[in-house]
């Protein structure tokens, strides 16, 4: 049972314009969530991350939205580049124990 | 050294042999944590070590898969009498402190069993 789910395998977005990659999560103990960056052949990166506490964390280019009643999470990145195209993951974690839970991730590619 | 850092990257195993992972965490990041990520999934707990002590395996498929950290630094991941289902990107990650925020993550090893 996903308890985070990524329902788009995949992206496409122009060059200069707003991808946003969307999350949902189903266990209500989850307080914290973060999204990573997965070139091939390398392991994941850390993007940007939220606390349950707050609806919106912004880290230059990359802004996440949560909406706790929704239990939904997205990634916006504006304007989009080339160095952009990569998998996401969207994870999350609870107060309960010391592990993150990911989700399938989404490819974007960014078209020139 | 700068990063999480994992050996061998790439192994290929007959069905049926043993095969050990090493992953090499940040120096001084006390929690460690090893993940098995099969092909278009994201990547899947399987246990969690701080300092020497394993204090999580349940994500551990089978008996066959055992893991240790017995100087709380360098992990092995060993897996005995491999199956084809075993083929995937076995990922090792480290933490400063608790692994429920920011994770470091090696490249990860692929094991391909034959």
């Known amino acids: 049972d996903q308890q985070v789910k990524q329902n788009s395998p995949s992206l496409s977005v122009q060059e200069g314009r707003i991808s946003i990659l969307n999350c949902d999560y189903t266990n209500s103990m989850f307080d914290y969530f973060l999204w990573y960056k997965k070139y091939p052949a390398e392991g994941p990166t850390f993007l940007i991350s939220?606390?349950?506490?707050?609806d919106k964390n912004e880290d230059g280019r990359f802004t996440v939205f949560l909406n706790k009643s929704a239990k939904h999470l997205s990634l916006h990145i504006v304007p989009s580049q080339p160095g952009d195209s990569a998998v996401y993951f969207c994870?999350?974690?609870?107060?309960?124990?010391?592990?993150?839970?990911f989700g399938k991730g989404t490819r974007l590619h960014i078209l020139p | 050294g700068a990063g999480v850092s994992q050996s061998p990257r790439y192994k290929v195993a007959k069905r049926g042999q043993d095969v050990a992972l090493r992953c090499d965490p940040i120096?001084?990041?006390?929690?460690l944590f090893w993940y098995q990520q099969a092909l278009g999934q994201g990547p899947e707990f399987l246990t969690y070590?701080?300092?020497?002590?394993?204090?999580?395996k349940s994500g551990l498929p089978s008996d066959r898969f055992f893991a240790e950290r017995p100087e709380g630094s360098v992990s092995t991941l060993k897996i005995q009498r491999t199956q084809q289902e075993d083929s995937a990107v076995y990922l090792c990650?480290?933490?400063?402190?608790?692994?429920?925020?920011?994770?470091?993550f090696g490249p990860g090893t692929r094991l391909t069993v034959t």
């Open positions: 120096s001084g990041h006390v929690s």
């Open positions: 939220i606390s349950s506490i707050k």
């Open positions: 990650a480290s933490t400063q402190g608790t692994g429920r925020y920011e994770q470091y």
């Open positions: 070590f701080q300092n020497e002590a394993q204090l999580d």
């Open positions: 994870a999350a974690s609870s107060n309960r124990d010391d592990k993150i839970i």
